[in-house]
């Protein structure tokens, strides 16, 4: 029954597409964060927040409740604007549920603000994520 449920979940959703940027990029970096904060990796991903950001957020860690990786999510960058700077990165966000063979799709767009500092580009919102 779970190997019906797997095949009927990849045949609605689809494979995602992924397309890997460039670490440095403003892409690269809502990636390596997301991956971070995903993971679980609070060091990692506060180390691509901006001091701004880093430093509203305090001692807090990473939420782990808005930031949980699960089958039938996906993120997707969606194309980015960047200056010298500042970026913004706009994500399409992807959350299929239900059971069966009953499924619903629910999808929205989310902008991430980023800033230059220190020669790399960082996350300017504190506690993001997708």
């Not at 690269?28 to 991956?35: A, C, D, F, K, M």
């Not at 305090?58 to 969606?78: K, L, M």
Request: proline residues 3%; contains cysteine.
């Amino acid at each position: 029954a779970s190997v019906v449920l797997a095949v009927a979940v990849v045949l609605a959703v689809g494979e995602p597409d992924v397309t890997e940027y460039s670490a440095d990029s403003p892409e690269g970096t809502v990636q390596r964060y997301l991956r971070a904060a995903y993971d679980g990796d609070d060091d990692e991903a506060r180390e691509l927040l901006s001091d701004r950001a880093e430093t509203e957020m305090g001692g807090d860690p990473i939420n782990r409740f808005a930031c949980q990786q699960s089958d039938g999510h996906q993120v997707r960058v969606d194309g980015a604007d960047a200056g010298d700077e500042r970026a913004t990165v706009r994500l399409q966000i992807e959350d299929v549920s239900g059971s069966g063979l009953d499924f619903e799709r629910y999808s929205w767009e989310r902008s991430v603000m980023l800033v230059l500092e220190d020669g790399g580009w960082k996350i300017d919102e504190p506690y993001f994520c997708a």
